[in-house]
T-cell receptor, first 113, second 116 residues
Framework: AQSVTQLGSHVSVSEGALVLLRCNYSSSVPPYLFWYVQYPNQGLQLLLKYTTGATLVKGINGFEAEFKKSETSFHLTKPSAHMSDAAEYFCAVSVNTGNQFYFGTGTSLTVIP | DTGVSQDPRHKITKRGQNVTFRCDPISEHNRLYWYRQTLGQGPEFLTYFQNEAQLEKSRLLSDRFSAERPKGSFSTLEIQRTEQGDSAMYLC??????????????FGEGSRLTVL
């Protein structure tokens, strides 16, 4: 079975500071990993994904994430936070032998001016 | 922009009533998912269609819930005899995938259900 743990349901950073949102997964087979973002009153949209190949993946809006198999982690980072980054972020995992996507409980990011 | 659309966006109903939600996926997408999201939680998988075939159902989907995708296009999610615990955001997502599910899910804005 697969599962996702997001540490920190709320994260606050100052504008211009580093953003770090943590995601750890559990999977008995090689996982596919995703980060989705949800802005207020909008649907979830994909930020980035890891399937195979390079473990550092870049996404939209300057976000990137690194797949670390030894740590079972897929943390999301952005060097410099912008006010428009304030949103809910969800980490998700799936596997190639199934058709479900398992989501974490989400991290709400607040950017302080 | 013809993304995933859901209707209605908000539904308030009394306990015991039936409700139906509709999802129109992106037209060329063959896969359609229903998720439920409650406050402070991530989306929880309910069911999944490939074309018109319902291939997986979560244990969360009690016998009061039924989903259809009759022609492999739009889908409906019906909840019979609603209970207060059914209050949640119901999310629909679609994707265009063959074989393994490495692709992106495109979500609608959700249908919020409040059961009084």
């Amino acid at each position: 079975a697969q599962s996702v743990t997001q540490l920190g349901s709320h994260v606050s950073v100052s504008e211009g500071a580093l953003v770090l949102l943590r995601c750890n997964y559990s999977s008995s087979v090689p996982p596919y990993l995703f980060w989705y973002v949800q802005y207020p009153n909008q649907g979830l949209q994909l930020l980035l994904k890891y399937t195979t190949g390079a473990t550092l993946v870049k996404g939209i809006n300057g976000f990137e994430a690194e797949f670390k198999k030894s740590e079972t982690s897929f943390h999301l980072t952005k060097p410099s936070a912008h006010m428009s980054d304030a949103a809910e972020y969800f980490c998700a995992v799936s596997v190639n032998t199934g058709n479900q996507f398992y989501f974490g409980t989400g991290t709400s990011l607040t950017v302080i001016p | 922009d013809t993304g995933v659309s859901q209707d209605p966006r908000h539904k308030i109903t009394k306990r015991g009533q039936n409700v139906t939600f509709r999802c129109d996926p992106i037209s060329e997408h063959n896969r359609l998912y229903w998720y439920r999201q409650t406050l402070g939680q991530g989306p929880e998988f309910l069911t999944y269609f490939q074309n018109e075939a319902q291939l997986e159902k979560s244990r969360l989907l009690s016998d009061r819930f039924s989903a259809e995708r009759p022609k492999g296009s739009f889908s409906t999610l019906e909840i019979q005899r609603t209970e207060q615990g059914d209050s949640a955001m119901y999310l629909c997502a679609s994707s265009s995938q063959t074989g393994t599910n490495t692709g992106e899910l495109f979500f609608g804005e959700g249908s919020r259900l409040t059961v009084l």
